[in-house]
Structure formats: C-alpha cells, structure tokens
C-alpha cells in the first residue's frame, strides 16, 4: 500500500494529526497497537479545552453521557486547608472527566468516518527512510507482518518515542513522577471535582469517573514508591491517611485489585521534526499531569501538526520548524507554571519528592 501520510499510534495526538490530514484531503494510516480502544490513564481536561475541541471540529464527542462535568479543582497544597477553585468565573464553567475508553473510540471512530484507515492491533517493527520515501513494517493482530509505503512518517506513540527512537533520536526526562492508580467503587456519588492533595511522597489525585466510579492515583517519584503498596486496597489504606481525599473514598471498595502503575514524567525528544516526519503529543512533549494538559497538548499538537504536514508535502520549507517552534514555545511556558505550583508547597521542603523540585 502507497499513501501520503503513515501515522504511528492511534490516541489523541495521532487521531487529531489524521482529522487535519483528510480535513484537507490527504488521505493517511494510524496503525494502532492496542486491539481495541482502552482506558488510559489521565481524563481531566480543563474548560479552556471547549476552544479546541470546536477549532477540530469535535465539540460534539463532550456531550457522550458517559463523560462527566468537572465543576473545578478541590484542594490541599501549600498549607492544611482544603480549598475550591470553581471553573464557574470561567466562561464555560466547567471541565470535563472524559471516559478515556470512549474517547479513544469516539475519535477512532471519527478518523474512519472521514476517510481515514485506523487499524487496531497493528505495532510497528521497522521503518526505512529512502529516496524520500517511508517504508514501514508492522505486525497485524493476527500476527502477519505487513509494509506500507509513505511520503511522510509521524510519530505519535506517546511516551514511548518509538519512531524517533528507531531514528536514534534520545528522549530526556525532567523528572521520574509515576501515577500509582486504582480504580474505586464508591458507596454514593461524590461532587464532580478533581481531587488534589499534597503529601511528603507526592500528592494524591482522584476524580469522579461515573456516579459510583473514581479514579485514584498516587503521583510520586518511582523510587520513592512505597514497597508495601501492592494492591488496590493499599492503595486505599494510604489514602486514608489524608484529609481531603479521605472522607471521599469512605466504605468505598477496589474495584479490580490491581494497581496500575505508569509514568507520568515531564520529558522531551531532543529533535521532534526532520526530514519528512515529526513527533506530535507525549512523543514530542510529555506534560506533569499536575498541569492537566496532556490530552490538550495531543489534541493541540495534532491540529498543528496536520497542517505542518500538509504544508511541508506542498513545498514549505518552514512548515516543520515554525510546528516545532509552537510545540516547544508552548512547553517552556509550562515549565515556568510548573515550577510555580510545586514551589507553592513548602510544608515538606526536606523531603525527597520537594526538594528535586524546588
Ligand atoms: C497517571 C497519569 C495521569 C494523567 N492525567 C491527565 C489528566 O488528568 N489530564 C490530561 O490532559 N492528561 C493527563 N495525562 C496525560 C495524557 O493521558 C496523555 O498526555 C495523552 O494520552 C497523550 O496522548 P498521545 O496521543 O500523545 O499519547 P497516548 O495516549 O499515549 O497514545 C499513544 C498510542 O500509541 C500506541 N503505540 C505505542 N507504541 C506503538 C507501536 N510501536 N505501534 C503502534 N502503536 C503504538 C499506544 O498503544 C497508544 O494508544 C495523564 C497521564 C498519566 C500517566
């Protein structure tokens, strides 16, 4: 198969890249690992997010019942007191906990209703770059190995850089934050927040995902995770130990005993564009999800990057370097906000996970 644009890895980033590429009739391949859209952690996204969704034409997919309102942000951090921030000041006044699993269909969905191919189960083994042309090997669900040639590559396989790391390129990580999350069955429901309590390991995050569902994760560097913390059920005997999130998660239950433990790291690839391909979402820039800007960074990166795509296939010269201009502009500014939110907790100034960032 010969196609314009081949796209590695099918979530927000690599679906938002594929939407800009038909908008403008270019036609392109997500291949996709997963066999089926599956929950992911990180779901919250911030009201400032509806701008976006509306610019790529996808405000409708906000509107699925099974995402939830998120009415703003409840809080422990700088000091004892639980305290509010309510999107209501906001235009929008609310945010949203998207079911990710959903998410990742409604968009999958949307890729293949608007020409594009989305193939589920199909992981990436080789890439060759010659006279200007990509050749890409992949293995099938059914365990085939098939090619695909294309004009222009775009890595879109989150944290993992799997193609810009074929290409020899280095990611560098900032830190080693990690996610240790559970997911939890609640006796009631609980008012649509996100969660956010800081402690001397890390800080706690848990948000509503339906009426009697919530997610609950422990942010913490990986060497600073408890060893004792093997189950979901540890997991729920920490967070008891805290005052905001606490009285929230109690008579609830675990509901899969497992935990699931990811990165959740600030890093970057040292080089994000090159001759005809790019990186775009974690791949390029990967956001602490204190920021709750990770999905809005993949969904923003795709938009751009789609129509870099196109410009570059048309000629321009500029259009890779102004895309990473933009991309990388936009993570120094997160950078400052970063640094500005840890250094708001000084209760813990000692403690490992503070200190590596104050
Ligand atoms: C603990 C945690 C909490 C988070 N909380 C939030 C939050 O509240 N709000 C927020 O906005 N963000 C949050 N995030 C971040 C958010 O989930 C990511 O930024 C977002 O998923 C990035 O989208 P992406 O498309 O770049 O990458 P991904 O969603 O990671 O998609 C990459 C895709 O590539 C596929 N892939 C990988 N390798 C291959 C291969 N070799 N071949 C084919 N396919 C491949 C994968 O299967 C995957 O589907 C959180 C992250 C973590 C870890």
Redesign the pocket.
Known sequence: MNIPVII?????????TALQLLHYGYECII????SSP?R??????PPQ?LSLFKKSGIEEMLRHPEHLACYGNRFVWGNATPADKSFFQNPVAQGWHLN?ATF?AQLANRVIAAGGHYLHG???LTTKFLNREWTVT?TTADKQVRSVTAAFIVD?????S?VARKLGIQRKVVDQL??V?AFVTLPYNIQQF?YLEAVESGWW?A?PLTEFQLVL?L?TDTDLIPKSLRTASDLLSNANATTLIAPIIENSIASEPGLVV???ATGYLQQRTGDRWLA?????Y??D?I????????LE??YYAGHAIVACLRGNQDALPAYDWAISNVFSTYMKMLIGQYAQEKRWAEAAFWSRRN
């Open positions: 590695i890895g099918g979530g927000p980033a690599g679906a938002a291949l996709e690992a997963s599956k992911k952690p990180g779901e919250t996204i997010a990710r990742e199909c992981t990436l992949y879109a396989t989150g944290r993992k799997r990690a996610g999350t996100t995050y948000a994760s942010m990811t990165s959740a775009v979402g974690d791949a390029a990967a956001y999800p920021s709750s800007y990770g999905i809005t960074s993949a990166g795709g």
